[in-house]
């Protein structure tokens, strides 16, 4: 019997790409713009495969995964993930180790090289014969956004043949991360209520910090006081108040708010990083949407989620994790600072931060370890190599970090283990040429979580 594979991807010239490439190698294919109907789908139809992408119109591609794991006898059916938006191992991880993902997808990606194998293993001896599928079924052509989406892909790093060149990480060039500018110049004067709350709270502060928590952050100068030390030294301590920070090079100040050494609100001076602005980025809403609930929150007083809510344009989920997706935001972004200066308030009683509707759940070796292996040029990367290449490696075993369930890889878990060997940190790196960045930032993380020590 032939395969059935839905395709659900609301850019019509990828889809319509993928679509071809899968009825060429035999699959029966159906197809859908959006995943606010793929439970119908599924219910009325013998489904193999899913290929479903993360960033779509009304309903998210997890969101869409989440509720077909919950009809019957979903269990056994794979799916594999893609976006073109969402790069780096962390949205891998999420697809895989928390949406039963069987792969993730960076778009572009090649079909022949990169899905078919995929494909061949999950049918093995029932993979069709060429040409043999019938037509492909769009059953939903309600396409609300148009083409490709994404932010440009970073500057490659080009990879070296002899391996002694790596001793010093010299043929690594500096790049930076896209730039966390605001999507709006000509933004509401309400946009900009959250940057001047943080700018008068941060005057405040200069007065009211406990002064046995404050410092300064340079790369210049080396790695010391840097957000994943702070953040642990914090936790440690197990802190309830409010961390202060300003980028010192781009006058950005943001809020962190602690609960017990965990974050659990953030509030930023980038315009970039409101929630309408997220919800935009992520096409949960339209530009228009946002610019009229921001004038309904001038009017009532009202948060925006709210607002949006009583709008009907954003379903009670998708609010959720576009509330995640802006903590997520706020806190990654700042990895990418090369130099600030914080001040930390302890508060003893009740945290002033707006009431929630969702949990953030992560944990801080979660928030270091994708901090750095997502914010982390290579500039940083160059400076913890010369400073520790030539030590060798080993466990720490009474650090107090410890990683939940499914937060890493089980690759990740046996490079970590990998790593009590007594081998240098320079050896380690040259065995494996081809993922030194991703080598480096994985020991910087679990440095910075006291995992390891060099010696």
Not at 120 to 141: H, L, M, R
Not at 277 to 294: G, H, M, W, Y
Not at 431 to 436: D, R
Request: proline share 4%; with cysteine.
């Amino acid at each position: 019997m032939t395969k059935t594979i839905l395709v659900i991807d609301d850019d019509d010239s990828f889809r319509e790409l993928l679509v071809t490439f899968l009825e060429d190698e035999g699959f029966n294919v159906l197809e859908l713009s959006n995943g606010e109907t793929a439970n119908k789908v599924f219910m009325k139809n013998d489904i193999d495969f899913f290929l479903i992408d993360v960033l779509l119109p009304r309903k998210n591609g997890f969101k869409v995964v989440e509720d077909l794991k919950n009809a019957m006898d979903f269990v056994e059916i794979p799916i594999v993930m893609m976006s073109g938006f969402y790069k780096g191992f962390k949205h891998k991880q999420d697809a895989i180790g928390n949406f039963g993902a069987l792969d993730y997808l960076e778009k572009p990606f090649d079909f022949n090289a990169d899905l078919k194998p995929i494909l061949i293993k999950t049918f093995q001896s029932e993979y069709p014969s060429p040409n043999s599928s019938a037509s492909g079924s769009i059953i939903d052509e309600d396409d609300l956004f148009d083409g490709p989406s994404g932010l440009p892909d970073l500057p490659h790093v080009n990879q070296v043949n002899d391996e002694d060149e790596f001793v010093d990480l010299t043929d690594l060039p500096d790049f930076e991360l896209p730039d966390f500018t605001p999507m709006q110049k000509d933004a509401s004067q309400l946009d900009f209520e959250e940057k001047s709350e943080v700018t008068m709270a941060y005057q405040k502060i200069l007065e009211e910090a406990d002064k046995n928590i404050e410092g300064e952050f340079n790369l210049r100068i080396g790695l010391e006081n840097s957000l994943p030390e702070l953040l642990s030294k914090l936790f440690k301590l197990k802190l309830k108040g409010e961390l202060y920070l300003e980028d010192t090079i781009n006058n950005i100040k943001k809020i962190i708010f602690l609960d017990n050494g965990l974050p659990v609100f953030v509030k930023s001076t980038l315009v970039s990083e409101c929630l309408g602005n997220i919800l935009v980025k992520e096409r949960f809403i339209t530009a228009k949407d946002r610019d009229l609930s921001l004038s309904l929150m001038k009017k009532t007083r009202k948060p925006q989620g709210k607002v949006l809510r009583e709008m009907k344009c954003i379903s009670l989920e998708n609010l959720k994790y576009g509330l995640v997706k802006q903590l997520e935001t706020k806190l990654f972004e700042i990895f990418t600072w090369k130099s600030f200066t914080y001040r930390f308030k302890v508060i003893e009683g009740k945290l002033n931060t707006p009431p929630t509707i969702y949990e953030s759940d992560f944990s801080i070796p979660y928030l270091i370890y994708n901090g750095i292996m997502e914010g982390y040029s290579i500039t940083f990367i160059k400076r913890f190599y010369k400073q520790y290449g030539k030590k060798k490696i080993h466990h720490f075993p009474a650090s107090m970090f410890h990683f939940k369930d499914g937060e890493l890889f089980d690759d990740e878990l046996d490079f970590f283990q990998s790593l009590n060997h007594g081998e240098s940190f320079y050896h380690i790196v040259k065995k494996n040429p081809s993922e030194k960045e991703k080598i480096v930032k994985q020991i910087m993380a679990f440095y910075s979580l006291d995992m390891i020590k060099f010696q």
